[in-house]
């Protein structure tokens, strides 16, 4: 974690929004996988991380505005923690390590916040994501079953999405730091991907290296042969050599930071000419789209400009036709990209996200689109300096999406159905960069991964 000071700088900043009432913050618990001493890796909340950085289970912290204290709640360790867990920070040393004015026991906690109530105090809180959570904001503040999911403060929340959304300088060095291991994860898997081997072993050996660099994957990891399946979490299948690799994996560094890099890459080690035309159309895609990243520029229109791109190639290539802007404003493309553009990142591999998705990725200026694949575009607000992004356009081919456009006869005046037939058994192509946004435009984070055809071959030894 960082100095002390830096938790309560940040909650000295986040004070200046939120005037009055008690800001209340729930630590995770432990989360049990098969039985209640085999637990899940524990990973803190990532508000509680921010705002007060311990990454311990069984914590609470709750800030008073109008007294300007904030308590963190805990335990202090017995015996048996120490037999079984090794030494454990006193109260004590909790308080002093977070910067909080107060430590108290975490059994104390019922108690202080019904005394709080009784004064009619305004208690804020986000709304929670794990059911342990909900149940205990649930039993604390006195709620009925369910009421607790719609009690959640918007005003909290627009204030935390404000200040975490403008990247401190130290927040980018961690996240290039994970970005540094992600790099070695590809260098890795690019070098050992070959015909025979099979995709968990790939996967092994990228995981292993997110948890040599000392910290873990910041989401499941995605190496597939089968890319079109976008959130394919399945490793089983034996890599032959025309096929196409889709990679997407992000280490998180020890301090709970992210990266979220994807690399397509062939199993061969060359592209066939195939291969090449639609790698070539999201790289070209991809470039399109950074060049219009800018300060006070939505990047629903990167999203767009990205789309509109990609339509102009799949043209040459003779799967679309039409007009390449009508086709864009139909949403013709989203048939071979059905996602977003990209999303913000930081402490979570989609920032922030727990506390909504609209409230984080769009304003009053930018509204979410309904349109099938733009509405998928998690972020689609103007970025200010410090904003970091994930910039991932990819093209796809899913059979049963194909048909069922066909079946309605969808977009046909933009989509060249015939000629899709061939491609069906493709599979996808993504590549996806991190970024942060600077005054000027854009900065890629982390050391260059390969990226263009030749770079990509020559370093799976082609
Ligand atoms: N790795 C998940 C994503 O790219 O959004
Ligand atoms: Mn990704
Ligand atoms: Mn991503």
Request: glycine content about 8%; aromatic content about 8%.
């Amino acid at each position: 974690m960082f100095e002390a000071n830096v938790y309560r700088a940040r909650r000295r900043e986040l004070r200046k929004s939120i005037k009055t009432g008690i800001i209340l913050l729930p630590g995770h618990a432990e989360s049990p996988m098969n039985y209640a001493e085999n637990t899940y890796p524990f990973r803190q909340d990532s508000t509680f991380l921010y705002y007060i950085g311990v990454n311990r289970p069984g914590l609470w912290a709750m800030m008073d505005i109008e007294e300007n204290q904030t308590t963190i709640f805990g335990r202090e360790p017995t015996v048996d923690d120490v037999i079984w867990s090794g030494l454990q920070p006193t109260l004590g040393e909790l308080r002093e390590c977070t910067g909080a004015d107060r430590a108290c026991d975490v059994a104390d906690l019922a108690d202080i916040l019904s005394a709080m109530i009784s004064e009619k105090r305004e208690v804020h809180i986000l709304p929670p994501y794990r059911a342990e959570t909900r149940q205990a904001l649930e039993r604390l503040l006195i709620l009925s079953k369910g009421q607790v999911s719609t009690k959640y403060s918007e005003e909290l929340i627009r204030a935390m999405v404000a200040q975490r959304s403008v990247k401190e300088a130290r927040e980018l060095a961690e996240i290039e730091s994970a970005l540094t291991i992600t790099h070695e994860m590809y260098r890795v898997a690019m070098q050992s991907v070959q015909e025979g081997k099979y995709e968990r072993e790939i996967a092994g050996l990228a995981e292993g290296i997110a948890i040599s660099g000392g910290g873990r994957l910041a989401y499941p990891c995605i190496l597939t042969k089968h890319g079109q399946v976008l959130h394919n979490h399945n490793y089983h299948r034996r890599l032959e050599s025309g096929d196409l690799i889709v990679q997407d994996t992000g280490a998180a560094a020890v301090s709970g930071y992210a990266s979220d890099i994807t690399r397509t890459y062939p199993v061969s080690g060359i592209f066939s000419s195939r291969q090449r035309e639609i790698y070539q159309a999201v790289l070209d895609a991809l470039t399109d789209a950074l060049s219009g990243i800018q300060p006070g520029r939505p990047f629903q229109i990167c999203h767009l400009i990205a789309a509109r791109t990609l339509t102009s190639r799949l043209q040459q290539i003779g799967l679309m036709r039409g007009d390449p802007d009508e086709s864009v404003a139909a949403g013709a493309h989203a048939l071979f990209f059905p996602h977003g553009l990209g999303h913000m990142m930081g402490l979570d591999v989609h920032d922030m996200e727990n506390l909504g998705e609209d409230l984080v990725g769009y304003d009053d200026q930018i509204q979410r689109s309904r349109q099938f694949g733009l509405c998928a575009l998690r972020f689609g607000r103007s970025p200010a300096p410090g904003f970091v992004l994930t910039v991932e356009p990819g093209c796809y081919f899913i059979g049963p999406l194909m048909d069922h456009w066909r079946s309605e006869k969808r977009h046909e005046a933009f989509i060249n159905y015939e000629a899709l037939a061939a491609w069906r058994n493709f599979g996808g192509v993504r590549i996806e960069e991190n970024i942060v946004v600077t005054p000027e435009g854009y900065r890629i984070l982390g050391p260059p991964i390969p990226r263009t055809i030749t770079e990509v071959e020559t370093a799976c030894g082609g």
